[in-house]
């Protein structure tokens, strides 16, 4: 990997870690305006609402001009989000804003990665890049989790200047203030991006002629055999990701006794598998055999399903390991298992999954049109799930329930896809034996 890799890897670190972080402080804002429960899920579906309705022009958008140009301009959307909800509008109203940056920002993101590397390295690329991107997932929620804590709050509001009156008088404005730093940080590194030198054809600007070409891009990718399993197959995921965040939180509160800031911080413990999934994806896993790793998905589901079942009275509360005053318990020790693998799961197989769809939509279109089908329908993933999963709450539903049907729900979708692309390769080998014949 080049220079310029690193440089991207960098920006998209921060700027995902930042959004993450802004999640957990828009929850705390809620919280502060005794907002019912069922209206927490619908912070990230107002976060994704733009993946979906601005799909056909952000793709238009990221391959007008260079990449880098792309995700400075729309990290400064992201800082206006945060700016916004700093001064007292509706945390749904201003994580939308934020929201519409990160639609935009994305396929920049990783449109970039193949105008910048040969399709062999595209899935190392991924492992990298999905593993940093999940990974800044789950450290952002901790962070935001610190952040909103009394111990951290505390001593960022101890901060105030003698002479100047800032106004910021909680933890959730406080923890809003550190995370804006984040977003100028990244930023100044979207500065540093190098241009690639890609340029493609004059974008339309006429709205429904680009909604007529993303809908051709559209179609286009679904029937691609091998476009449509990864396609497929990285919907399910981000839709269940999302949801997931939500879950384990809920799941923390319910089932181990924590606070919704502890649950925050339960979430880093997923991302040591994450990481060690995608890695372990990029070193062993090369293109041509991305399809082999479906299988695991349907694993990921059932251990999701075994999360339900425990919780921290099962086993006693005795402190195992301390280091500093972060102390391990025995009785947390299984859950801990639990998210490590299922994090692990889910970063093998979806990274070979987005180098394949990223490959794909590279030769059948241009790569910032391919991202944005992929955006919408992922989104489109999202916004259900999480529609599904706030009205469970507002009916006031088991936890664990929850958690057995979405698990059950994830492993059934994915033997479907591996039973749709088997009946691909099924009517691919059977077209190929034809055209023998013929010869």
């Given at each position: 990997?080049?220079?310029s890799?690193?440089?991207?890897?960098?920006?998209q670190f921060f700027?995902?870690?930042?959004?993450?972080a802004?999640?957990?402080?828009?929850?705390?804002?809620l919280?502060?305006l005794?907002a019912?429960?069922?209206?927490?899920?619908l912070?990230?579906?107002?976060?994704?609402l733009?993946?979906?309705?601005?799909?056909?022009f952000?793709?238009?958008?990221?391959?007008?001009?260079?990449?880098?140009?792309v995700?400075?301009i729309?990290n400064?959307?992201?800082?206006?989000?945060?700016?916004?909800?700093l001064?007292?509008?509706?945390?749904?109203?201003?994580?939308?804003?934020?929201g519409?940056?990160?639609?935009a920002?994305?396929?920049?993101?990783?449109?970039i990665?193949?105008e910048?590397?040969p399709p062999?390295k595209?899935?190392a690329?991924?492992g990298?890049?999905?593993?940093?991107t999940?990974?800044?997932?789950?450290?952002?929620?901790?962070?935001?989790?610190?952040?909103i804590s009394k111990?951290?709050s505390?001593?960022?509001?101890?901060?105030?200047?003698?002479v100047?009156?800032?106004?910021?008088?909680?933890?959730?404005e406080s923890?809003?203030?550190?995370?804006m730093?984040?977003?100028v940080?990244?930023a100044?590194?979207?500065?540093?991006?190098?241009?690639?030198g890609?340029r493609?054809?004059?974008?339309?600007?006429?709205p429904?002629?680009?909604?007529k070409?993303f809908?051709?891009?559209?179609?286009?990718l679904?029937?691609d055999r091998?476009?449509?399993?990864?396609?497929?197959?990285?919907?399910?995921?981000?839709g269940?990701?999302a949801?997931?965040q939500f879950?384990?939180?809920?799941?923390?509160?319910?089932?181990?006794?924590?606070?919704?800031?502890?649950?925050?911080?339960?979430q880093?413990?997923s991302?040591?598998g994450?990481a060690?999934?995608?890695?372990?994806a990029?070193?062993r896993v090369?293109?041509?055999?991305?399809?082999k790793?479906?299988?695991?998905?349907?694993a990921m589901?059932?251990?999701?399903?075994?999360?339900?079942?425990?919780?921290?009275?099962?086993?006693p509360?005795t402190?195992?390991?301390?280091?500093?005053?972060?102390e391990?318990?025995?009785?947390?020790?299984?859950a801990?298992?639990?998210?490590i693998?299922?994090?692990?799961?889910?970063?093998f197989?979806?990274?070979?999954?987005n180098?394949?769809l990223q490959h794909?939509?590279?030769?059948l279109?241009?790569?910032?049109?391919?991202?944005?089908?992929?955006n919408?329908n992922?989104?489109?993933?999202v916004?259900?799930?999480l529609s599904i999963?706030?009205?469970?709450?507002?009916?006031?539903?088991?936890?664990q329930?929850v958690?057995i049907?979405?698990?059950?729900?994830?492993?059934?979708?994915?033997?479907l896809?591996i039973?749709r692309?088997?009946?691909?390769?099924?009517e691919?080998?059977?077209?190929?034996?034809?055209?023998?014949?013929?010869?």
């Amino acid at each position: 990997m080049n220079r310029s890799f690193y440089i991207i890897m960098a920006a998209q670190f921060f700027s995902s870690l930042a959004d993450n972080a802004l999640l957990i402080a828009a929850i705390a804002l809620l919280v502060q305006l005794n907002a019912p429960a069922w209206l927490t899920p619908l912070l990230k579906l107002f976060f994704v609402l733009s993946y979906v309705v601005l799909a056909a022009f952000v793709g238009a958008f990221a391959d007008s001009r260079p990449k880098g140009n792309v995700m400075f301009i729309t990290n400064t959307i992201k800082f206006i989000g945060c700016v916004v909800m700093l001064f007292g509008s509706h945390p749904l109203l201003a994580y939308a804003i934020v929201g519409l940056g990160a639609a935009a920002y994305s396929p920049a993101k990783y449109g970039i990665l193949t105008e910048l590397l040969p399709p062999e390295k595209l899935v190392a690329a991924n492992g990298w890049i999905e593993g940093l991107t999940v990974g800044s997932i789950i450290l952002g929620t901790v962070l935001g989790g610190v952040l909103i804590s009394k111990t951290a709050s505390q001593s960022l509001l101890g901060l105030d200047m003698p002479v100047v009156e800032t106004s910021i008088d909680t933890a959730a404005e406080s923890a809003i203030l550190i995370i804006m730093m984040i977003y100028v940080l990244a930023a100044l590194i979207n500065l540093r991006i190098p241009d690639t030198g890609a340029r493609y054809v004059s974008q339309k600007t006429n709205p429904i002629e680009l909604v007529k070409d993303f809908a051709i891009c559209f179609k286009t990718l679904w029937d691609d055999r091998l476009g449509q399993i990864s396609l497929a197959v990285t919907t399910l995921f981000w839709g269940a990701g999302a949801t997931l965040q939500f879950i384990v939180i809920k799941w923390a509160q319910v089932a181990l006794h924590m606070t919704l800031s502890q649950g925050a911080i339960l979430q880093a413990i997923s991302a040591f598998g994450v990481a060690g999934g995608a890695i372990w994806a990029a070193w062993r896993v090369p293109l041509r055999d991305s399809l082999k790793v479906l299988p695991y998905g349907i694993a990921m589901g059932l251990v999701v399903c075994i999360l339900a079942l425990y919780n921290s009275d099962m086993l006693p509360n005795t402190t195992i390991w301390t280091i500093g005053k972060f102390e391990i318990s025995l009785n947390l020790l299984p859950a801990y298992f639990l998210l490590i693998l299922v994090g692990w799961l889910a970063g093998f197989f979806v990274v070979p999954m987005n180098a394949l769809l990223q490959h794909r939509g590279h030769v059948l279109m241009s790569a910032g049109h391919s991202i944005a089908v992929q955006n919408f329908n992922e989104n489109i993933s999202v916004l259900m799930m999480l529609s599904i999963y706030s009205g469970l709450i507002w009916l006031d539903a088991p936890v664990q329930a929850v958690i057995i049907g979405f698990g059950i729900a994830v492993s059934l979708i994915m033997w479907l896809v591996i039973k749709r692309h088997a009946a691909n390769q099924a009517e691919y080998d059977s077209m190929h034996l034809i055209g023998e014949h013929k010869h």
